[in-house]
């Protein structure tokens, strides 16, 4: 789980560093800008990368008590051993 004060660190921090949630489900969450997400009480809505052909906006809301953790995404890109 995740606390709400947590996820409004990440969102609020200065500067801005994208990150990448992982669920329980094994689902990820990319988030690059801090208007790609809205923070709740118990869950946020994640805006999703839309295909081309698609031209509305989809958001998802997930559970707090859901995630396992999040991480910045260059320190994910650093942590791949494939990456150069």
């Keep these: 789980m995740i606390a709400p004060r947590t996820m409004i660190d990440f969102v609020t921090a ?3 560093r994208p ?3 992982y669920m ?3 689902t990820t969450f990319d988030v690059g800008h801090p208007e790609m997400i809205k923070v709740g ?3 946020v809505t994640v ?3 839309s ?3 698609e031209q509305s906006a989809q958001w998802r809301e997930v559970s707090l008590m859901l995630m396992e953790y999040i991480e910045p995404l260059d320190i994910s890109a ?3 051993p494939n990456k150069n």
């Design 78 to 80: 650093k942590a791949d």
């Design 24 to 26: 329980a489900s094994g």
């Design 19 to 21: 990150f990448r949630i």
């Design 14 to 16: 200065e500067p801005f």
């Design 47 to 49: 805006h999703l990368a």
């Design 41 to 43: 009480r118990s869950s």
């Design 51 to 53: 295909d081309e052909e």
